[in-house]
């Protein structure tokens, strides 16, 4: 019995969602000088037609016209999910202009507004509750800009009222933050999971010596050193802007991977360079890592430490899931169901990544805005 449910743990791998895109994540910057402050907010078009229904005509394509009807309703259900308070006291917030931005995975509307405050801020409490109700992922990442300091936090349902200091930016805090967002991203990056899984699959079967844990254990750990070493590489180049991709082309890729991971378990395309493949295919993945980063826009000097924290998540995620994974597969690898994990599992997760490959070569499914 307890295998058979340790057996569909594994099996869930393969039937997660069609839908591998990016997280949902808004972006909140807030300048602020003396009592007022001013900020932009940039929340994806996709969330906000699902929360409060842009698409008046139901083609499936948001125009500007669309947009700008809207203008209204967006920023009352926005700002009626943030609020601002400075030394004890409510600031007023009144919406300014709305634009609209192209972030690594989509549209976005830009919602401008200024706060008043009723005294000079020093600290910051700030209540962010933005689809709080639609979806308890999203995540809003805040940039807080004051006389040319810069600090960040990132709010979700479990934090989703912080204080914020001025004058002396909590850098632990900051730091420990960056840290858990980068291991929730990969524990949900579906395509980053079944990549990694698809190498992983044939670890227990492969160990040299044969049926050994140590062997398996050190196959699995090449595999993932590679992917490592690889997508730190250039999830630090793209967030210090030194390298640039299309995100279209990194997302279609990233999938692609995901297919070519899969089929060598049913057919060595590889030929015993697993660990070569991983360090490739990593190339391409730090750049979907990075996609976060990129969107916040931090400067350079706290882009180093949220950039090392983030890593720092994705690989603490990443060990969590191999930890979870090796006993469990070493454990059922002379099954005949493990076997058959092996091949149908991994035919279902080439077939679900080729759904998401012409998704995004082809931009299928996906929202256009026409301007």
Known sequence: MMKRLLLALLLCCALLPAQAHKPSDSYLSLDVREQRVSGQWDIALRDLDYAIGLDQNGDGQLTWDEIRARHAAIAAYALERLHIAAEGAACS????AQLIDQHTDGAYSVLRFEALCAAPVATLAISYHLFADLDPQHKGLLRLSHHGMT???????AHA???????????????????KDGVWHIWIGYDHILFLLSLLLPAVLLAAPADNLRGAL???????????????LTLTLASLSLVSLPSRLVESAIAASVVLAALNNLYP??????????????????FGFASVLIDLGLPQGALLASLFGFNLGV?????????????????LRHTWCYRRLLTVGSALIALIAVVWFVERAFDVQAQSIGL
């Open 93 to 96: 917030i009144k919406p300014g």
């Open 151 to 157: 600090s960040t936090a990132i709010f979700d349902p």
């Open 161 to 179: 009222e912080q204080r914020l200091s001025l004058t002396a930016p909590n850098r632990l805090q900051q730091f420990a933050a960056y840290v």
């Open 218 to 232: 050190v196959d699995v750990l090449k595999v993932v050193t590679a992917f490592t070493l690889a997508h730190s």
């Open 269 to 286: 395309l590889f030929r015993g360079r697993r660990p070569w493949a991983a360090f490739g295919f990593g190339l391409i993945h730090g």
């Open 315 to 331: 690989e603490i995620g990443q060990l969590c899931i191999v930890a979870v994974f090796l006993p469990l597969a070493y454990w």
